[in-house]
Each structure stands twice: as structure tokens, then as C-alpha cells.
């Protein structure tokens, strides 16, 4: 299992640097295929060495070793956070068909955190794309009962439009299709949880960045990461969590 976990790790980490350019070149409508990936500064196309994943940039320092320019620590972040939440998937699943749908969440979670942070956008093609992997990954792994999908990614879709529509566009239609489709893997209980786990963080965050002035009143944030961190919370805890509750604030009065 020790060896299935690193392997997972640096199986991560790699995908981890794939997903940076998918995130970053798809709202832009750019090919994630060529050109090489380049210094953002200078423009030096960065070659094999330059290209390894985490040890690269740490290597140069977090610099180009064209230009000296300091290079953006968030390409090694997402990396290594990629890499991590593999082993953690791995460590917490085993070697299992949930092994697979949970991958493949993550690697559409850190796609769209990324693209989201750095354009306030979730876009149509990542979502579809993902759709279809996850519709055949459903077809041979169906939740139990089979229409919990189906019921799953209608309440998903309709309970964020209907946010969407009370805020006026406090709430993006990026958001109420992703949520559509973690409902349709995940189901409708699951769901429901990651909805709350992720407006619980959304609040938290949003009020301790606005007591250390870091965002303003009614300044927009990008609800996508927390979105992803609260559907992985109720998909690796969620049973847990919830019969930590009932134990403690139900069973225990």
C-alpha cells in the first residue's frame, strides 16, 4: 500500500503541471498542447530539465534561468497539492473503483480552482469534457440506488440557480453547472453535504479576508475553490462527520 501511495503521489504531481496549462489556457481559448510552456516574463520556452514537475522550480530557486525573474510559486503549489491529495485518495480508499471517481474529481477540482482563481471562471469545456468521463466512469461504477445520479445533479443545478437568481449574480453560472455535476457523481445526500461544507468555508474565508482587509464588502471571490474543498470533505468524511454529529448533539442529549 506504501508503494501505491508514493506512486499516486508522483503520478499527481505530474498531472498536477498538465492541469496548471489546462486551467490557464482553456479560458483564454489557447491549445494546451503547444506552444511549450514559457517564462512569462522573457518568453524563454522552457525545455525538458525546466519542465519536471515541483524540483524544477525549486532547483532554479523559483527563477528563470534565462531572465533571473522570479517565477509565480503557484505552479509548484498546484503541483504538490495535486500530488497530495492523490496519496491522500489512495491512503483513504485503497485500491478501488471509488479510487477512480475520486482521481477524477480531483483533477477536475484543481483544473477549475485554477482556472477560477485566475479568471473568476469556470469554463463550458472543462465541465463537458469532465461530463462525459464521468457519465462512463457511472455507467460501469453506478451509485446505488441507480437514479441517486439523476437526482443528485437536478437538485445540484436547481439549488444553485435558485441562489443564482436570489443574489442577481452573486452566484456564477459556472458554479450551478459544476454543481449539477458533482451531484450527478456523487449523489443527492453527498451533495447536499458538499453544498454545505463549501458555503460554510466560502462564509469563513470571506469574513476573515474582509476583518484582515484583504477583500472588500460585496467584492466578488471566486466560489469554485471552496466548492472543491467542501465536496472533498463530504466525499472522503462526509459519513463520518455526520455520525460524529449525531452522536455528539443528538444521541448524547
Known sequence: ?????????????????????????????????????????????????????????????????QCKVGISPVYPLFELLTGVLFANACLLLGWSADLLIAVTLISLFIIITVSDLAYMLIPDKILLVFAG??????????????WDSFAGAAAGFFLLLMIALVSRGGMGGGDVKLFALIGFVVGFKTMLLSFFFATFYGAFFGIIAMLLGFVKKKQAIPFGPFIAIGTLTAYFFGREIVEWYLDFFIIGF
Open 1 to 65: 500500500m506504501n508503494i501505491l501511495v508514493v506512486i499516486f503521489l508522483i503520478y499527481g504531481i505530474t498531472l498536477g503541471s498538465f492541469y496548471n496549462v489546462v486551467g490557464l489556457r482553456v479560458p483564454e481559448g489557447k491549445s494546451i498542447v503547444a506552444p511549450r510552456s514559457s517564462c512569462p516574463n522573457c518568453g524563454h520556452q522552457l525545455n525538458a530539465l525546466e519542465l519536471i514537475p515541483v524540483f524544477s522550480y525549486l532547483i532554479q530557486r523559483g527563477k528563470c534561468r
Open 133 to 146: 468521463i464521468f457519465a462512463v466512469e457511472r455507467f460501469f461504477i453506478p451509485l446505488l440506488p441507480w
